[in-house]
């Protein structure tokens, strides 16, 4: 079974997570999970081969931003927003108010 790699809240920095929402597919995908919630990789439209969208989703992941469960062939993405709370507390209601004005 793979183990994906998930930043303990300590150990995730602001620096990765605005870099991590500094492109506008990324913040796409985040703003996506953050309306509906938990989904498959498979169910996100993004404008980018499926290669890219990967590396988008490693990079939000590795960042701390979302957790990747994988299930069966699916890899459910979900956002992380009580530990980006708990870590930055405010941080992610105001990146997702503003995606969303």
């Known amino acids: 079974m793979k183990i994906l ?3 303990a809240v300590d150990d995730i920095h602001l ?3 605005l870099y991590a929402l500094s492109d506008p597919v990324r913040m796409s995908l985040v703003s996506k999970v953050a309306q509906h919630g938990a989904q498959p990789c498979s169910s996100f439209e993004l404008p980018v081969a499926k290669s890219t969208a990967s590396h988008h989703i490693r990079t939000l992941r590795e960042a701390g931003v979302v957790r990747v469960q994988i299930q069966g062939t699916q890899h459910i993405v979900d956002l992380r927003k009580d530990d980006l709370e708990k870590r930055f507390p405010g941080l992610m209601d105001a990146v997702l108010n503003a995606v969303t004005v």
Request: with cysteine; charged share 0%; proline share 17%.
């Open 15 to 17: 620096c990765s997570v």
């Open 5 to 7: 790699f998930h930043p």
